[in-house]
């Protein structure tokens, strides 16, 4: 199974800056065409953001931006809205079983 | 629009069962694999399981397999999950999402539901 560690676990950060979320993988993702970021809001369900590793899902604002290969992987939040401030997971889909990064929280400093 | 909607959560005893569903609308639901996904209380994303858009192909998380059983009734644009042996550490939300790429297994989940809850408890 591959593991995938987020770091930090919490951000703290004001509206306006620049936030860098980063997921490693246990093992070299075969392609980085497998590894995706969601966003999580409180009460809500999981909303794609990336996909592909630096594809921006449909509707994302281009603030969001996707990096990575291999092993590792950096979502950045060029700068913070009000609304960013969320849980964020990385996911892979390349190996069974898929598996998802333990989230990290963007708070609001 | 597309939309997903579960249905069938509960409060259910351990070592029960309990069925969920999935009511996809507004796309072409026979044309996309789905997943289940599940979290539980205070926690992160578990992915379960993923069948492919003609329910010919199954995969699952170490956690479930053996007691989940996922399938599909493109039909009734309906996914499920079969729970059997239900456990406390069952407890979560189920989620159901839609691979966002036609015809694909191997691709991110672009349209999720709102979630049921299953609470096991005696």
């Known amino acids: 199974e591959i593991v995938l560690t987020q770091s930090p676990d919490t951000l703290s950060l004001s509206p306006g800056e620049r936030a860098t979320l980063s997921c490693r993988a246990s093992q070299r993702l075969s392609s980085s065409s497998y590894l995706a970021w969601y966003q999580q809001r409180p009460g809500q369900a999981p909303r794609l953001l990336i996909y592909?590793?630096?594809s921006r899902a449909s509707g994302i604002p281009d603030r969001f931006s996707g990096s990575g290969s291999g092993t590792d992987f950096t979502l950045t939040i060029s700068r913070l809205e009000p609304e960013d401030f969320a849980v964020y997971y990385c996911q892979q889909y390349v190996n069974s079983p898929w598996t998802f990064g333990q989230g990290t929280r963007v708070e609001i400093k | 629009q597309e939309r997903l909607e579960e249905s069938g959560g509960g409060v259910v005893q351990p070592g029960r069962s309990l069925r969920l569903s999935c009511a996809a609308s507004g796309f072409t639901f026979s044309t996309h694999a789905m997943n289940w996904v599940r979290q539980a209380p205070g926690k992160g994303l578990e992915w379960l399981a993923v069948i492919s858009y003609d329910g010919t192909k199954t995969l699952y998380a170490d956690s479930v397999k053996g007691r989940f059983t996922i399938s599909r009734d493109n039909s009734r644009n309906t996914l499920y999950l079969q729970m059997h042996s239900l456990r406390v550490d069952d407890t979560a939300v189920y989620y159901c999402a839609r691979v966002w790429w036609q015809y694909q297994l191997l691709e991110a989940f672009d349209y999720w539901g709102q979630g049921s809850l299953v609470t096991v408890s005696s």
């Open positions: 592909a590793a630096s």
